[in-house]
């Protein structure tokens, strides 16, 4: 492999790993719990598009099936004693019905019948202010599920409305609704959420009395943004983002919006989330009846800051004359598997790849997510040591194509000496010293790029590890030997620079037996030095692997070094005992 590709390969990477260290974009400095200092300023006027896409129309779309998650202990059947509810949230009062499960406790505000608390047992935050508490992933001045009615020219905000709860707390042991209704004006609201103790859905059918023969519209809240809950806060806040479903995702991030001006999304849509790095909350308006999300505003209050990190969001959805409406939300965790059963791509709210190398990365990812959770699982073993076993079976599973990349390196190691006697003998004349290679090649059954193989082939994985510890919650927290989080960077940078020395030992046993070049030799310190630089703040178990599969594939380095060894004397014995004018002999083809 000629100096060229190598440089290839290393730019194709900076090019792919740089903008996940040098782009990242500071945000607005953050009080308690990461959330911004100031509160929202006041509803924002809708703007016409929104309003005028309240009839639209779409296609059939199936109801949400039932989902069970085998995944988790805690989900499994039968189901765990309910837990002692945690303290009360921030944004919780007196008038706080609250929903307890082994998954959750949900608060539902009778102000305004609003979701104010989202406490997740079996995830705990770690900020430093609340580290090992249960995570709380909704904000103090929470508006999740805030509704306000639009009959006619009038605009009814339900945020202060005062509803009567059918219970003042649950505890959940099977699918159990609670009725809140509230009249004002002539105007009656009947709402039922429905819990799943199971599951993190909440299901909502309401009715709207007095709406008239021409119908309304009804706007769901669903901002002002998601709680931090992680040590790295300026980390949790790039990753805040409004993510919608159409025919395919569409996902603004909150710290590119302009503050003042709305974000509109037009309908149909079949759902629309609020992401923070690992937990999500959203609305899915899958009752084909119902014509679905007619689309959806997010505006940044005029006092955020040039990358706000909250924003008020807002959907609407078509209310008929009978007043009666029906959607599911969920308030949890982004697990893979419990979101892509839900359907109509909601998974895809935790997106694993960068635009235009999606297509190519997300499947890689989404299985090597899926073996490492497996593994854990099933064979009971701590992240650490899965990751140790999925390296070193990588490499043995790539052994039999590292072997055939390698030996075609070198093969083209072996007729560097016919090469340059071509080269030498038509200096003068370079198409024939082109004929003459391809001549060559074909003869001797060489291929030029064969040797880019054994750096090709673990890219990919590599890649989607980097996503899988940047986007999975199942590996959120994990700790082995003395780190203390996976998903997260070494604190005493020890795992970079083991994968450092690590890759500079799989260099050097690689080029044994090879003819010395100055690049090459430059190449092998250069390479180390930079990756390690390049990995210093990437996750400590992407380093981790990476440092396995280096070592890993040191056997099979040196033992076809030796092999080369070899075939380049060999090589060289034949190209000098060869008479003048003679055709140079055919190489022996590898088995």
């Not at 590709?5 to 953050?30: D, G, H, N």
């Not at 069970?68 to 837990?83: E, F, Q």
């Not at 025919?247 to 991030?253: L, N, V």
């Not at 310190?525 to 390690?532: R, S």
């Amino acid at each position: 492999m000629d100096r060229r590709t190598i440089w290839a390969i290393l730019l194709m990477m900076a090019i792919a790993v740089a903008p996940a260290i040098f782009l990242k974009k500071p945000v607005a400095p953050v009080a308690r719990g990461g959330e911004a200092g100031q509160r929202d300023s006041g509803s924002v006027a809708l703007p016409d598009t929104l309003a005028a896409t309240s009839n639209s129309g779409r296609d059939s779309i199936a109801p949400l099936p039932a989902v069970h998650d085998s995944n988790r202990a805690a989900s499994a059947s039968p189901l765990p004693r309910v837990p002692a509810a945690p303290p009360r949230a921030e944004g919780a009062t007196d008038d706080t019905v609250r929903v307890s499960s082994p998954l959750y406790t949900y608060g539902i505000s009778t102000r305004g019948a609003r979701l104010v608390e989202a406490t997740l047992p079996l995830y705990r935050s770690m900020t430093p202010t609340e580290r090992g508490r249960a995570a709380q992933i909704l904000p103090p001045d929470s508006k999740l599920l805030g509704l306000t009615l639009m009959l006619g020219k009038d605009t009814i905000p339900l945020d202060d409305w005062p509803f009567t709860a059918s219970a003042e707390s649950l505890q959940i042991k099977g699918p159990t609704p609670l009725r809140l209704s509230a009249t004002r004006d002539g105007v009656k609201v009947d709402l039922t959420y429905t819990f799943h103790p199971d599951d993190y859905r909440i299901d909502m059918d309401g009715q709207v009395t007095g709406v008239g023969p021409n119908g309304g519209l009804l706007l769901i809240g669903m901002g002002p943004t998601l709680a931090n809950t992680e040590a790295d806060s300026n980390e949790n806040h790039r990753a805040l983002a409004l993510v919608t479903k159409h025919s395919e995702t569409e996902r603004t991030d909150l710290a590119g919006l302009k503050p003042g001006e709305p974000k509109t999304v037009s309908g149909p849509l079949e759902w629309a989330a609020i992401k923070s790095k690992y937990f999500v909350a959203g609305v899915l308006a899958l009752d084909s009846t119902s014509g679905g999300i007619s689309g959806v505003t997010a505006t940044a209050p005029p006092t955020a800051g040039k990358r706000p990190s909250r924003a008020d969001v807002r959907l609407s959805l078509p209310l008929p004359p009978s007043g009666t409406f029906r959607y599911t939300a969920y308030a949890g965790p982004m697990e893979y598997d419990r979101l892509h059963r839900i359907g109509h791509s909601f998974d895809d709210v935790n997106p694993y790849g960068w635009p235009g190398f999606r297509t190519i990365i997300r499947p890689v990812a989404a299985g090597v997510r899926w073996l490492l959770v497996w593994m854990h699982e099933h064979l009971h073993l701590a992240y650490g040591f899965v990751l140790v076993i999925f390296g070193v079976l990588v490499r043995l599973l790539l052994w039999p194509l590292n072997q055939k990349a390698m030996r075609a390196n070198m093969q083209m190691q072996a007729v560097q000496p016919l090469m340059k006697d071509i080269q030498e003998r038509y200096k003068n004349d370079p198409q024939k010293v082109q004929q003459e290679m391809f001549k060559l090649y074909k003869e001797h059954g060489v291929n030029p790029l064969g040797g880019c193989w054994p750096m090709l082939l673990p890219m990919p994985v590599l890649f989607a590890l980097f996503f899988v510890f940047q986007n999975s919650i199942e590996l959120r927290g994990a700790s082995f030997a003395w780190l203390p989080d996976l998903s997260r960077p070494d604190p005493l940078y020890i795992i970079p620079v083991i994968m450092g020395i690590s890759m500079f030992g799989l260099s050097k046993v690689g080029q044994l037996g090879m003819e010395p070049n100055p690049q090459m030799k430059m190449m092998l310190y250069i390479m180390p030095v930079m990756m390690t630089f390049l990995f210093l703040n990437f996750a400590s178990g992407l380093n981790l692997y990476y440092a396995v599969s280096n070592i890993a594939s040191i056997p099979q380095q040196w033992m076809l070094a030796r092999e080369r060894q070899k075939r380049t004397a060999k090589a060289i014995v034949e190209v000098k005992t060869r008479p003048p004018g003679n055709k140079p002999a055919k190489a022996k083809r590898n088995a």
